[in-house]
């Protein structure tokens, strides 16, 4: 997210940065859609990607952390008015509902191969902000993403109480911070770890939610 002055901001920016200071490295963020963001680290002209999950097709051009910086919820979410609470894990049925996601985002296992067999059809955003103000505008019935960055996109609009988790999860998705291989090396990736997941043990994560999504 962007702060009144235009910077980056949030848990996974804050995280992000105590570990760099810890190296005595600036970070620069620029705010982007994921598949922008993608293009450019894979075109030399960004570093590092966030947030990314680990897969043997990113590998190919990423360095990972051995640690995660979060696992990111990932639920379907609804407008608060909408009468049900429950997802009976029958992907079919969300195919009479408009559903959105981010576009190149992946979701869970279950999702993603439900929805590369057409099992139902999905609205495709830029970001997770575009989301949930679609969803707060009732041009979408549901969106999947994780529910920790939808929560704070949803305070920051003032309407907090405005959307609800449709339980049970879609799933718990590990994310990390990628380097470009062709950027950066190996010895600062580990000593990147290093100090993320020592921030980690220290309760970093659950300071930085506390003062974002409390």
Same mark, same amino acid.
Do not use: C
């Given at each position: 997210?962007?702060? *009144?002055?235009?910077?980056?901001?949030?848990?996974?920016?804050?995280?992000?940065?105590?570990?760099? =200071?810890?190296?005595?490295?600036?970070?620069?963020? =620029?705010?982007?859609?994921?598949?922008?963001?993608? *293009?450019? &680290?894979?075109?030399?002209?960004?570093?590092?990607?966030?947030?990314?999950?680990?897969?043997?097709?990113?590998?190919?051009?990423?360095?990972?952390?051995?640690?995660?910086?979060?696992?990111?919820?990932?639920?379907?979410?609804?407008?608060?008015?909408? $009468?049900?609470?429950?997802?009976? @894990?029958?992907?079919?049925?969300? !195919?009479? %509902?408009?559903?959105?996601?981010?576009?190149?985002?992946?979701?869970?296992?279950?999702?993603?191969?439900?929805?590369?067999? $057409?099992?139902?059809?999905?609205?495709?955003?830029?970001? &997770?902000?575009? /989301?949930?103000?679609?969803?707060?505008?009732?041009?979408? !019935?549901?969106?999947?993403?994780?529910?920790? $960055?939808?929560?704070?996109?949803?305070?920051?609009? @003032?309407?907090?109480?405005?959307?609800?988790?449709?339980?049970?999860?879609?799933?718990?998705?590990?994310?990390?911070?990628?380097?470009?291989?062709? $950027? &950066?090396? /190996?010895?600062? &990736?580990?000593?990147? !770890?290093?100090?993320?997941?020592?921030?980690?043990?220290?309760?970093?994560?659950?300071?930085?939610?506390?003062? %974002?999504?409390?």
């Amino acid at each position: 997210m962007l702060n *009144a002055q235009g910077k980056a901001e949030g848990i996974i920016v804050e995280l992000i940065q105590q570990s760099f =200071e810890k190296l005595d490295v600036e970070a620069n963020f =620029e705010i982007s859609n994921w598949a922008r963001a993608f *293009a450019k &680290v894979k075109s030399h002209q960004s570093q590092g990607l966030i947030p990314t999950m680990r897969t043997p097709d990113r590998e190919a051009y990423f360095y990972y952390p051995d640690t995660a910086f979060l696992l990111l919820d990932q639920h379907l979410i609804a407008h608060s008015s909408w $009468q049900g609470n429950q997802f009976s @894990g029958d992907y079919a049925e969300l !195919d009479d %509902y408009r559903i959105g996601k981010v576009r190149n985002a992946r979701i869970s296992p279950s999702f993603d191969n439900a929805l590369s067999q $057409q099992v139902f059809d999905v609205e495709k955003h830029n970001s &997770v902000e575009g /989301l949930v103000k679609s969803l707060l505008r009732g041009r979408l !019935d549901m969106i999947a993403t994780d529910s920790r $960055q939808a929560k704070l996109v949803a305070m920051q609009e @003032g309407q907090a109480d405005s959307i609800k988790l449709i339980k049970p999860a879609l799933g718990q998705v590990p994310v990390y911070l990628a380097f470009s291989k062709q $950027q &950066v090396d /190996l010895e600062f &990736v580990e000593r990147f !770890d290093q100090q993320l997941k020592l921030l980690l043990e220290q309760g970093a994560l659950e300071q930085l939610e506390a003062k %974002y999504l409390h």
